[in-house]
């Protein structure tokens, strides 16, 4: 096989507003420091990140044919990522987020979910799985039509072609958690979601509890995201805390996203998962330096130069 991440679910167009430290709607008018456009979604920075990071890509998802369309798919040529499977639909418009962020790097997104709501299973091409080694689906619990049983049908597909797979969530609006994912764990070798998703997926509070009652139902590898303070890893034979490196915050949209890709990027190559953690952590430390969801990632050898000369983790 030729590719490695076959890439699957949320691509967004980021409006980017800085310095935003409090308003209202009573306000007829607020200065931002900044207003940018950025690719963003939580699957398509993750597939950005990959290709930055020097992995062969695919993504697979749908856009409206339209100008946030159009900039995306720019995007995804700019890396050559390979868009076999994004669908350009006709009668969907592009899924759009305003983020709102403070001096702090903090923010909070305004979401308009479009073609994202309407991606389906039926919208995937099966046979371009069969050139890759591993599937992600990210941006779950904000893909309606193919969270739950649609996603565990593109995984058990994955599986039966002998590729590993990974899973990654965003906040679910409807409160369904656990109940949504479920049918997909039996068939995950990493689930990665970050502490707070995680805690409202499995009702419990600490990073070992989690992973404990996400394993039991089949999960391979649990990867919690924990933020500044790093992240918690478990496996069948090991568990770990991987803690944050020290770095001046600009901007944590996508800093998440970065860690998965980081992690994923040398998983692919059979990596141990400690030394996976590692470079996660690196390379989300490049993410929250610069604005905007993928501005900061480097290539892979700017990651490893970083850890190798950074004092120590934090």
């Known amino acids: 096989m030729s590719l490695e991440i076959l890439c699957i679910g949320q691509l967004v167009t980021d409006i980017i507003a800085t310095n935003i430290d409090y308003t209202h709607l009573g306000e007829d008018t607020k200065r931002a420091d900044e207003i940018t456009v950025k690719n ?8 950005i990140d990959l290709a930055k990071l020097g992995c062969k890509v ?16 720019s995007e995804f040529d700019k890396l050559q990522i390979d868009t076999r499977g994004l669908r350009v639909s006709d009668d969907v418009s592009t899924s759009s987020v305003i983020v ?11 979401y308009y979910g479009g073609a994202n709501d309407s991606l389906c299973v039926e919208d995937i091409d099966f046979s371009v799985m069969d050139e890759y080694r591993h599937v992600h689906i990210g941006g779950t619990f904000l893909l309606p039509r193919l969270d739950g049983e649609g996603s565990k049908e593109i995984f058990a597909a994955a599986k039966k072609r002998g590729l590993t797979t990974s899973m990654d969530v965003t906040w679910d609006t409807t409160g369904r ?28 509070a600490e990073p070992q509890q989690i992973a404990a009652f996400l394993r039991a139902r089949g999960v391979g590898v649990a990867v919690i995201k924990l933020g500044e303070k790093g992240a918690y890893v478990e496996s069948k034979d090991l568990r770990f805390h991987q803690p944050a490196f020290a ?20 998983y692919v190559m059979g990596r141990p998962l400690r030394e996976c953690a590692r470079f996660a952590a690196g390379t989300a430390a490049h993410c929250i330096g610069r604005l905007g969801a993928t501005s900061g990632i480097p290539d892979a050898g700017a990651v490893f130069d970083f850890i190798k000369s950074s004092d120590g983790l934090e």
């Not at 963003?40 to 597939?47: I, L, R």
């Not at 656990?178 to 995680?198: G, H, Q």
């Open 247 to 266: 770095v001046d915050v600009v901007d944590t949209t996508g800093a998440g996203d970065s860690f998965v890709a980081g992690f994923l990027s040398q």
């Open 58 to 73: 695919g993504f697979s998802g749908k856009v409206g044919n339209d100008g946030f369309g159009e900039f995306l798919r």
């Open 40 to 47: 963003g979604g939580d699957c398509m920075n993750v597939a």
């Open 177 to 204: 958690w656990l109940s949504v994912i479920e049918p997909c764990l039996p068939y995950l070798d990493l689930f990665m979601p970050s502490k707070a998703e995680a805690e409202l997926i499995t009702g419990c």
């Open 100 to 110: 709102l962020v403070n001096g702090q790097g903090q923010r909070i997104f305004l």
